[in-house]
Every structure is written in C-alpha cells, then in structure tokens.
T-cell receptor
Framework: GENVEQHPSTLSVQEGDSAVIKCTYS??????FPWYKQELGKRPQLIID?????GEKKDQRIAVTLNKTAKHFSLHITETQPEDSAVYFC??????????FGAGTTVTVRA | DADVTQTPRNRITKTGKRIMLECSQT?????MYWYRQDPGLGLRLIYY???????NKGEISDGYSVSRQAQAKFSLSLESAIPNQTALYFC?????????FGPGTRLTVT
C-alpha cells in the first residue's frame, strides 16, 4: 500500500516567518494530495489540496507544490500567525477516497 | 460543524468488553470512514463504506467491525477491547474528495 512520510515532526517558527512541511509518497499512481489542519482538541479540516496534473496551488498565505518525479509534495505557509499553530497532516491517494496520511507536523508560531 | 456527530465523545472501558462507537451525518454523503489517531502515527483508516451494502477494510481493520445502518449512520465496534486500542477515533464523510471529520471519540481501554 501507499506509504507517506512527513517531516519535520515538530516545527517552531517566529510569527511572520515562513513554515515548510515536506512529504514523500511511495506509490507513483497517487494522484491526489490533500493537507489537513487539526487545531488542539479539534477535528482535522482540509486546508488545501492538489492533483497530479498541477505543480503548484496557492490560497492566500498557503501554497502546496508537487514534484511527481521525486514523489514529494510540500506545504508552504507564509507570514505565519498565531492561529497557524496546529498539527498539519499530508495525505496521498490514488482514488480520492482512500487516503494514506503522514504522521503529522506540530507547528508552533512564537509571538 | 454539527453535520457529523459522534457518540460517545469519551469512553473508558475494560479489557475484553464490547464497545460500539456511533457516527451520524446530515450532509447527505454516501461515503463514510472510520479512522484512529495515535500520537506520532497520524490518522489510520480502519474501515470505509460507499453505501449500506458496500463496506471495505482499511489498513488496520483487525479487531474492529462496522455496520452501516443507513446512509447517515456508520458504527464501529470493538468486539473484545484491548489496551492497545486506546486512541482517538474519528468518523468522516465525503461526497467526492474532501473528507469532513466528526469531533472524535476518545477511547481508553484499561
């Protein structure tokens, strides 16, 4: 099955700086790559996703890039704010519904 | 997000007991899922269902069973709970690619 590795496991950034989380996947047939954010004590929620026919996607301060050749994708958060503090999960799927998640990255934004 | 609800929200049970976790949704989605979350392991898929007659195992289905009673209801059962099933359990629904999670059930097996 699909194996998704996520790094780093924890990330501390100064408010206003950028944060980058990287994921690699094993199954070259994967074509859907969502990112979920889980605030403390809350449920995971989708923040952005990308499909394999697109190399980059942006939504305000967040962006995702995909390198199919290297089988890795990354989440970029610019101008970080305290409300960006959360656990972020990447995932990969060959069919949109059966997601394989990474282990998660705990992001802390320091004021 | 009250569209996906789970009961109970917290449960402590003893080894060997049978327990059922319930999930209901008002989103009208056909697809429903059960995940467990453990620190350092992310979210792992236990079972998923496309409709009441279509139920599929995920990556960690051993020790669990499910029932899809209706389009809106999907239950997860632990037939004989063991301590390593202590975890946070999430139900989710989707109509296509975006999955909407419930609030979670924190289960402790002593």
């Amino acid at each position: 099955g699909e194996n998704v590795e996520q790094h780093p496991s924890t990330l501390s950034v100064q408010e206003g700086d950028s944060a980058v989380i990287k994921c690699t996947y094993s199954d070259s047939a994967s074509n859907y790559f969502p990112w979920y954010k889980q605030e403390l004590g809350k449920r995971p929620q989708l923040i952005i996703d990308i499909r394999s026919n697109v190399g980059e996607k942006k939504d305000q301060r967040i962006a995702v890039t995909l390198n199919k050749t290297a089988k890795h994708f990354s989440l970029h958060i610019t101008e970080t704010q305290p409300e960006d503090s959360a656990v972020y999960f990447c995932a990969a799927s060959i069919n949109d519904y059966k997601l394989s998640f990474g282990a998660g990255t705990t992001v802390t934004v320091r004021a | 997000d009250a569209d996906v609800t789970q009961t109970p929200r917290n449960r402590i049970t003893k080894t060997g007991k049978r327990i059922m976790l319930e999930c209901s949704q008002t989103k009208g989605h056909d697809r429903m899922y059960w995940y467990r979350q453990d620190p350092g392991l992310g979210l792992r898929l236990i079972y998923y269902s496309f409709d009441v007659k279509d139920i599929n195992k995920g990556e960690i289905s051993d020790g669990y069973s499910v029932s899809r009673q209706a389009q809106a209801k999907f239950s997860l059962s632990l037939e004989s709970a063991i301590p390593n099933q202590t975890a946070l359990y999430f139900c989710a629904t989707s109509d296509y690619s975006i999955q909407y999670f419930g609030p979670g059930t924190r289960l402790t097996v002593t």
